[in-house]
């Protein structure tokens, strides 16, 4: 039966290796997956025409298990796909190896504040057809090692666009590749250009059209960030290397010659894979795109430093906001600014708000957060404590235990302006060591801190404890070596909640922070894009913060407090959302 949604034109195919959509599909990992939801659910609000496209990940992400010294180990989260998506009949077929791997979709609708609906298509590789190897491909998300990404890149890059055409998106305008693993998608385009032309090869013409189709958002501001595969790699993968990779003019040669770092002006592809050439996927996407953008103004100007050669832009990241804000603050919202969730500007009113209303909705978004910590934990925490917040991924960058630095400071903290306690929770990568000894440093303070400072950390972080902890705590810590943290985003739904940020100058931060007037700063801005080192001279910035500024504040002029909390919704809510960055996308991306 033909689908009244699927003949439609679509103006932009949105491709994400991951996307946040439902607590319970564990078909994201983090921030690039969140932010994919919360772009497609703000999409669909805005009635914009967009249709996208991930892969299928029947193991999950996975589950986290921490032992009593907290000691990760993991398990497949497995799940029943069809409890959530819809199968469609539709089937296509992507080359691997001398192989042909068969492919289906399944389909999930994200209805919009004004029911307009954008289908998202898991790509399924799990069929009788293919062999057990290819049937894995859609297993894991992040699993498994080099040469498998680079497979589920395939899968999800040019299945992607062969999954558009049959499900009758003929007409796309925009290509988004969110992050890198989608660089793919841009072979296939050029394979159809060079089709429809009747050509056998891909010549300049070819990439002109492509690239005003492409846009690129890239999301990390390391280079060890960026997707690389071996050449060989991908002569292993397409042995015939027809229509992919078979450039063959000048302009052709030059972009393949800048994807592959190469020399020679018509690199031979087996021979330069026997020479040890690499792909770099940014620098594919980047040589394809007609747009590019960091995440975050400060990011766009670590990224054009990465790579000057090309115009790269900024647009920031947002929050979903009627996803976000806890159930206590949307009825408040509701109440007083009843047009927030079609306008998320309106929220700048939020000035004007009841403080003690505004306090109310805090009060119950606490104690829906211990109530929570309770079930997990077995742990009562104290409503009256101020309560700290830091949770996400678990990685060195993000230095979980920057605040842990100096346990006798905290203890004199505690002493002179008041008690607190802290709500951690994140994964680490499974293969991410030094990750995971962060999280076994974060029980170790616990127990010496035990009578001084209560710390609980919650396993399985995910949307809804996301949800729960940003909205329940009284400070949002963010404490990321400048300038690795890209945007981040779990600060703008503490802001939408009326929770202040305490964090390093930092993507969002730098735009989104007033001293004392929506949160505090750790340390200064810095110029330039050096990586900081400084970890001691930024700890003694935090306890500084916390010890004469926040606390004093909290406990001796809470009517002051409740000043900032306004503002972090005013200012920051209205402005920090996916309403705003999609309707930049399309002015400033898509519409281009
Ligand atoms: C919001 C969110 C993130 C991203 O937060 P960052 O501030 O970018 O670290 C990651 N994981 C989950 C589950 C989230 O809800």
Known sequence: MADKLTTQKRLVAYFSMEIALENAMPSYSGGLGVLAGDTIRAAADLKLPMVAISLLYRKGFFTQILSEDGVQTEEPAEWRVEDFLKEEPARVSVPLENR??????????????????????????????????????????????????????????????????????????????????????????????????????????????????????????VPAGHDRFP????????????????LKDASSAELLKRVLQA???????????????????????????NFVNGVAKKHGEVSRRMFPEFLIEAITNGVHAATWAAPAFQQLFDRYIPSWREDNYSLRSALGLPVEEVWAAH????????????????????????????????????????????????????????????????????????????IKKIFKAK????????????????????????????????????PLEASGTSGMKAALNGV????????????????????????????????????????????????????????????????????????NGSFFNTQRMVQQYVTDAYLR
């Open 363 to 438: 009060l119950i978004s606490k104690h829906e957060l211990f109530e929570t910590v309770r079930l997990k934990t077995g742990l009562k925490l104290d409503p009256e404590v101020f309560t700290i917040g830091f949770a996400r991924r678990a990685t060195s960058y993000k230095r979980a235990d920057l605040i842990l630095s100096d346990l006798d400071r905290l203890r004199e903290i505690v002493k002179n302006a008041g008690k607190f306690q802290i709500v951690f929770a994140g994964k680490a990568h499974p293969n991410d060591g030094s990750g995971k000894e962060i």
């Open 500 to 571: 202040p940020s305490l964090s390093i100058l930092d993507g969002w931060w730098v735009e989104g922070h007033i001293e004392g007037v929506t949160g505090w700063s750790i340390g200064e801005l810095h110029r330039g894009t050096d990586v900081s080192t400084d970890n001691a001279g930024e700890a003694e910035s935090l306890y500084h913060k916390l010890g004469d500024v926040i606390l004093p504040l909290y406990y001796n002029d809470r009517q002051k407090f409740l000043e900032v909390m306004l503002h972090a919704i005013a200012i």
């Open 231 to 246: 050449m060989e790699f991908l002569t292993r993968a397409f042995p015939e290397q027809t229509g992919f990779f078979n």
């Open 263 to 289: 020399e020679s002006n018509f690199p031979d592809l087996h021979d330069a894979a026997r020479r040890g050439a690499s792909v770099n996927m940014t620098q594919l996407a980047l040589g394809l795109s």
């Open 100 to 221: 042909r791997v068969e492919l289906r979709c399944w389909r999930y609708d994200a209805v919009g504040a004004r029911g307009h609906i954008v289908p998202i298509y898991f790509l399924d590789a799990d069929l009788p057809s293919n062999e057990e190897r290819d049937r894995n491909l859609t297993g894991s998300l992040y699993g498994g090692d080099s040469y498998y990404r680079l497979c589920q890149e395939v899968l999800l890059g040019i299945g992607g666009v062969r999954m558009l055409r049959a499900l009758g998106y003929e007409d796309i305008s925009r290509y988004h590749m969110n992050e890198g693993h989608a660089a793919l998608l841009t072979l296939e385009l050029l394979g159809e250009e060079a089709e429809k032309a009747g050509r056998e090869s891909v010549i300049g013409e070819d990439i002109e059209k492509v690239r005003r189709k492409c846009v690129f958002t890239t999301h990390t501001p």
């Open 447 to 482: 127990k010496a801190l035990k009578k001084n400072v209560q710390i609980v950390f919650l396993d399985n972080y995910n949307m809804e404890l996301g949800g729960k902890i940003t909205a329940g705590v009284d400070l949002w810590l963010n404490t990321p070596q400048f």
